[in-house]
């Protein structure tokens, strides 16, 4: 039972336009969520997070939005940049004692961009 | 600061041998967590070490094991290996096991298994 659902396998933008990458979660516990990118031959690098008592994140070009009632959230990259190809991923986590080193990941989106 | 680090890169084992894996975290980390990835499965999580303590472990069979020593170096055994234990498995570490602490990845192990 996949709890963090990336539906898209792949997303291919222009460059200079905006990239939307969704997740969907079913866990309610989940309370913090995260976005990682992936190069190949590298391992993921944290790029953007989100506590459950916000609805957005803004960090330069990243922007996270939470939707807790759809249990949905989004990245959003503006402007979209050739070096974003990449795979990205979605994560959470929740644990009731507050140390929640098991992230959840979901199966990834591979974003191109085309110059 | 160097980071995380992983070794060997790439493995080839055959079915029925056993396999270990290390990984050094970033100085000063002292939580170390494995992932593994398969293609399409995105990362599952394996377990996660802190002051050589298993804290956490995922839902993983009883074949794959981990250590921590007392310098935060980690290693992770899979023994009786299977076809499917082929794999990526990703370290991560970070500085302790605060709520919502950055984790850290390593550039991974490439396990196949023939």
């Known amino acids: 039972d996949q709890q963090v659902k990336q539906n898209s396998p792949s997303l291919s933008v222009q460059e200079g336009r905006i990239s939307i990458l969704n997740c969907d979660y079913t866990n309610s516990m989940f309370d913090y969520f995260l976005w990682y990118k992936k190069y190949p031959a590298e391992g993921p690098t944290f790029l953007i997070s989100i506590s459950s008592i916000k609805d957005k994140n803004e960090d330069g070009r990243f922007t996270v939005f939470l939707n807790k009632s759809a249990k949905h959230l989004s990245l959003h990259i503006v402007p979209s940049q050739p070096g974003d190809s990449a795979v990205y991923f979605c994560a959470a986590s929740g644990d009731a004692s507050g140390s929640a080193r098991q992230l959840t990941f979901g199966s990834g989106t591979q974003l191109t961009v085309l110059p | 600061k160097a980071g995380v680090t992983q070794t060997p890169r790439y493995l080839i084992k055959t079915r029925g041998q056993q396999v270990t894996l290390s990984c050094s975290p970033i100085s000063g980390h002292r939580s170390v967590s494995w992932y593994q990835q398969t293609p399409g499965q995105g990362l599952q999580f394996l377990f996660e070490?802190?002051?050589?303590?298993?804290?956490n472990k995922g839902n993983f069979p009883g074949r794959f094991s981990g250590r921590q020593f007392s310098n935060s170096r980690s290693e992770m055994n899979v023994s009786t290996l299977e076809l499917g234990d082929s794999a990526l498995y990703l370290c991560?570490?970070?500085?302790?096991?605060?709520?919502?602490?950055?984790?850290?990845f390593g550039s991974g192990t490439q396990l196949s298994v023939l």
């Open positions: 070490y802190f002051s050589e303590t298993q804290r």
């Open positions: 991560a570490s970070s500085a302790n096991r605060l709520a919502n602490e950055k984790l850290f």
